[in-house]
């Protein structure tokens, strides 16, 4: 029905895009390629295809001025992947990839696929004194960062991130 908003199982994503692109089925007979999927400036994710024969993840799409032939996606969401043991209060970013962080109320907690939990000893409030190296893997494409630290200041970085720190005054 035009000007109404509606649930909608994604089929697949183009994230090559400047707007990403969806093709939903908000009913079984009403396909729609090209939706527009509006996301929040600064944070970005390509929804991942639907499984053959299977269930993607769901969106809401809405019709612009009623026209149901320019629809344009609100909010995506895909509980195939979503974390459900938060707290209350907590916040979490996260990929299909099994890389998250987790905004704790005793702090953050950066984990990877490989286990990685930075939870483990590190700190990062700005007071911490580190000095020596730690190196980030984020599977599964095997990125790796070297992060090398005196006296608390980040002195260099290489790999998935490189950048040349000002010398310490």
């Known amino acids: ?3 109404d908003c509606n649930r909608a199982s994604v089929v697949m994503s183009d994230g090559s895009k400047k707007m990403q ?13 090209g939706v527009e999927y509006f996301e929040a400036v600064g944070v970005t994710h390509v929804v991942q295809d639907a499984p053959a ?4 993840a769901e969106a809401i799409v809405a019709d612009l001025d009623g026209n149901p032939d320019h629809p344009v996606a609100v909010a995506v969401s895909d509980r195939r992947i979503r974390p459900t043991d938060l707290e209350k209060g907590d916040t979490a970013l996260y990929s299909a990839h099994e890389a998250r962080i987790d905004l ?22 700005g007071h911490a004194g580190l000095s020596g190296q730690v190196v980030i893997t984020i599977p599964p494409a095997g990125g790796v960062a070297t992060l090398t ?3 608390g200041l980040l002195t260099a970085a290489s790999g998935a991130a490189v950048f040349t720190p000002d010398p310490p005054a």
């Open 1 to 3: 029905m035009a000007g």
């Open 21 to 33: 692109v969806l093709q939903v089925e908000v009913f079984a007979d009403d396909v729609r390629d």
């Open 53 to 56: 024969g299977g269930k993607g």
């Open 104 to 125: 704790k109320a005793d702090g953050a907690h950066v984990k990877g696929a490989g286990g990685l939990d930075s939870k483990a000893g590190f700190k990062t409030d």
């Open 149 to 151: 630290f005196k006296g």
